[in-house]
């Protein structure tokens, strides 16, 4: 049997996000003595909850030989977690992939330097002409670009470093014989020919709104910080922009051109909190300069009155501890005054999301251990929390954990 057969069943063994795996192989476990393992023996000597034993008992060596089938007949490349080519600075994150499937140039996951940039969809002249010139500046100081090949921010990211001469690498919600969306079919082409194109959804899987939510920690996760140039409140760029927080990398946002828009608004609260404002190309550079100095091929152009930003983590906020849990009773009571200033929030929330809701509290909880509470894949449930982020009821708090927020949505300001 072909090694990389093992990798792709365990690829498909746990919900896209879950820490499972990556808990695994640090075990010692080996995807090939896992396929030789009854599922009842490996249940027990690593204590699996029940939804994943259900799942790990629906996979079949046969979906991971047509999955890799349709690889070769389709030309896409696998880069498994052990392999050379799979980009280090994933390894790290919560939740890492086990396997990539990939198109393009691989020698571009090599580069240290790179730097994501996402935004909005709907874009404004200024926001599209700051994101052009940043990602075109980057490019040619040799960093690479890393978008997720959506219209808007993204499109206009990847096509800046693309036509600076430099890379870019664009990760996709969807199996990489999807075209989605269509309006970014030539970008797409233009990076399997002068960049990379990754994914961790196998050939076939179409779009769905939980794949953006788990592939946004990918954005964050393969670049030394983040960019945001144009996001509303409830924008997806800004959950990429909370991974980068919790991946503890550095977050840049573009000043908002105008304050009184809501099309604005959802960098304010990052640049509030210690985000970098980005005012020119140079304000990024200037992070790494020190570290990476000898590969940042040029220095980029900067106004007279423009001054590189402080380092994020001097400016960063003292990290107060955690409170101390409350007792029960006081607990139980913040807790019935929340549900009752959320009250028309709640009422709109589906069955799935009122039981993650109800096993959020006050106090931090990891992803894994609500999933195994309320019986549901940490892929779906990264989705759903996300929606509950967005209404305000969900807070993340790093390292794969969350609790409910702080104050009630309608109270928050």
């Known amino acids: 049997m072909e090694p990389i057969l093992a990798w792709i069943w365990f690829s498909q063994l746990f919900s896209y996000g879950s820490d499972r795996p990556r808990q695994l192989l640090e075990q010692g476990v080996s995807p090939e003595a896992l396929m030789k393992m009854p599922v009842e023996e490996v249940a027990s000597l690593y204590s699996l909850p029940e939804t994943e034993i259900r799942r790990m008992k629906t996979v079949s060596v046969g979906r991971a030989e047509y999955i890799l089938k349709e690889c070769r007949r389709k030309r896409i490349m696998l880069i498994s977690y052990e392999d050379e080519h799979f980009p280090a600075r ?46 075109s500046e980057l490019a040619s100081a040799g960093v690479t670009v890393v978008s997720g090949c959506a219209v808007g921010i993204d499109k206009t990211a990847h096509e800046a470093a693309l036509d600076a001469g430099g890379k870019s690498i664009g990760i996709l919600a969807c199996g990489m014989d999807i075209d989605y969306p269509e309006a970014t079919h030539g970008v797409k082409v233009r990076l399997a020919r002068q960049g990379v194109l990754l994914t961790e959804l196998p050939p076939g899987t179409h779009v769905s709104s939980r794949y953006f939510a788990t592939r946004n920690r990918l954005l964050s996760g393969l670049s030394l910080g983040t960019l945001v140039t144009h996001a509303p409140m409830r924008s997806g760029s800004l959950l990429t922009l909370n991974h980068a927080l919790e991946q503890g990398k550095e977050c840049f946002c573009l000043p908002p051109a105008d304050v009184f828009s809501p099309s604005y608004a959802g960098v304010i609260p990052f640049l509030r909190d210690g985000a970098i404002p980005c005012f020119c190309t140079e304000d990024i550079l200037s992070q790494y300069r020190e570290q990476y100095g000898e590969l940042i091929q040029s220095k980029t152009p900067m106004a ?56 959020l509290h006050f106090v931090p909880r990891q992803i894994d251990e609500i999933a195994a509470e309320v019986g549901m894949e940490t892929g779906l449930l990264l989705s759903e929390l996300t929606q509950l982020e967005l209404a305000g009821l969900a807070l993340p708090c790093g390292g794969g954990r969350y609790n409910l927020a702080t104050e009630p949505p309608h109270e928050q300001k």
């Open 90 to 135: 994933l390894r790290d994150i919560y939740g890492p992939p086990v396997l990539l499937y990939a198109i393009g140039d691989l020698s571009v996951l090599k580069n240290p330097l790179s730097i994501t940039i996402v935004g909005t969809r709907e874009t404004e002249a200024y926001t599209e002409r700051f994101t052009r010139m940043v990602a």
């Open 304 to 359: 007279d009155w423009v001054k590189p930003a402080v380092p994020y983590r001097e400016t960063q906020r003292e990290v107060l501890p955690a409170a101390p849990r409350l007792d029960p009773d006081r607990e139980k009571e913040q807790r019935r005054r929340f549900d009752q200033a959320a009250a028309s929030l709640l009422e709109k929330l589906t069955d799935g999301q009122r039981r993650i809701y109800q096993a």
